[in-house]
């Protein structure tokens, strides 16, 4: 073995921030139940932990953990997806600041940006981010971040990573302050796309989806470029408080396990059931970036390793959405993707409901369109299903 081979993607899964428990030699993390630890001595706590909301050793394991397979700096596991968000948010923005958002954005940023954010102070232009004239149009002297969901919800849209990060650099070298390129990388993982190595500054994340991947658990992460970014995350983690909790960090730790495993059957899933949508006459469009009919189809080869398991498609009617998932017997209608099982939803009504009606317009989410979260059932199995409901049998 050559000893400067670094591990695999696959390895760090399992590995990664992962250490045998030094009292008992437990190989899995065990679940650290306790608010808080005891001192040896007045302000001597033994191994470094004092109070759970602080660090605890289950989360902090997940921490480690997440930092290595986004290859940041370091890595911090929130309540949900939404708590990482505001944590980022309130960790690097200020009263007076501008960001750039893309317009496809998963429905509870659009919420908490434009409905709770913006009672302070902090002012969004929502952007078409696959438009890089446009974000640089958007970006003036207050911009502060430029915040893109890629692959973005539920269109499936792809912005360009690399040349987001070169405009960050160029609004941070005119405003003299940092402008931080911010990807919502919950779609993709870490297993098809490494935004921090393509030069954004921090990835988010909701856990509850591929990372913990077995629809049981709701959290959220924020990896951070660099330890001093990381340090400011720490410090509003600690002081606002929205934690994971232990028993949800051991959930995330151990479906991260399988992270590489689930991808790769998601990808392969994915890619059989949208090259059968897009042959189906009941089929109007359908959205999934390795499709050569996908707008960014080639950028997203470029900048993904892999496309994934969640396709949307137009039935071209309001009315048939509900015909279609009523003869559906595999698939579960439900919020949230992500799972090893297959759910489906209607983004006008789901995930996207708190988007104002015009603004789903603008964003081509018609009341037609369906989302599905490939599972990794036996493709045959989904095939059937999916034909059965469309063909109305
Ligand atoms: C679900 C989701 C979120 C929010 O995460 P929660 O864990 O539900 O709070 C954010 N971004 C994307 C892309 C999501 O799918």
Redesign the pocket.
């Known amino acids: 073995m050559n000893e400067t081979r670094l591990p695999g993607f696959g390895t760090l899964c399992i590995h990664a921030g992962q250490e045998p428990e030094p009292v008992t030699g437990a190989v899995s993390v065990p679940i650290f139940q306790t608010s808080t630890y005891a001192q040896d001595a007045l302000g001597t706590p033994r191994a470094g932990f004092e109070y759970a909301r602080s660090k605890n050793p289950t989360r902090l394991a997940l921490e480690e953990l997440l930092a290595s397979l986004e290859g940041g700096a370091a890595g911090h596991a929130f309540a ?6 505001s944590t980022l948010a309130t960790a690097h923005l200020r009263s007076g600041d501008h960001v750039v958002v893309s317009r496809c ?2 429905g ?2 659009w919420r908490y940006f434009t409905k709770v954010l913006a009672n302070f102070g902090v002012a969004f232009s929502w952007v078409d981010t696959t438009d890089l004239d446009a974000v640089r149009a958007a970006i003036g002297p207050a911009t502060r971040m430029l915040f893109v ?1 890629t692959p973005a ?1 539920p269109t499936m849209e792809i912005s360009d990573l690399a040349a987001l990060a070169t405009l960050a650099g160029e609004a941070s070298a005119r405003a003299g302050a940092k402008v931080r390129l911010v990807i ?1 990388n ?2 993709a993982t870490p297993f098809f796309q490494r935004p921090l190595a393509l030069g954004a500054d921090a990835v ?6 591929y990372l913990n991947g077995h629809s049981d658990s ?3 992460a924020i990896v951070s470029a660099t330890a001093e970014d990381g340090a400011r995350i720490a410090f509003v983690q600690n002081a606002a408080g929205a934690i994971l909790s232990p028993f949800d960090s051991f959930l995330v730790t151990r479906g991260i396990k399988t992270l590489a495993v689930r991808m790769r059957a998601h990808d392969e899933n994915g890619r059989a059931v949208a090259a059968f949508l897009a042959v189906h006459p009941a089929v109007k469009r359908v959205f999934y970036p390795g499709l050569p009919s996908h707008p960014q189809h080639a950028l997203a080869s470029r900048q993904m390793s892999g496309f994934g398991g969640m396709v949307s498609f137009d039935l071209g009617s309001p009315e048939a959405v509900p015909a279609f998932f009523g003869r559906l017997k595999l698939c579960t209608i439900a919020e ?3 799972g090893v099982e297959t759910l489906v939803g209607q983004p006008a009504t789901m ?1 996207h409901g708190s988007v104002p009606p015009d603004e789903r317009a603008a964003r081509g989410i018609t009341d037609g369109l369906v989302r599905l979260s490939v599972g990794i059932e036996d493709v045959d199995d989904l095939l059937a299903d999916v034909a059965r409901a469309l063909e109305g049998e």
């Open positions: 949900s997806g939404q708590a990482a968000t954005s998963y509870g940023t969901e919800n919502d919950t779609f988010v994340h909701s856990t509850t989806k709701i959290g959220g949230s993707l992500g995930s």
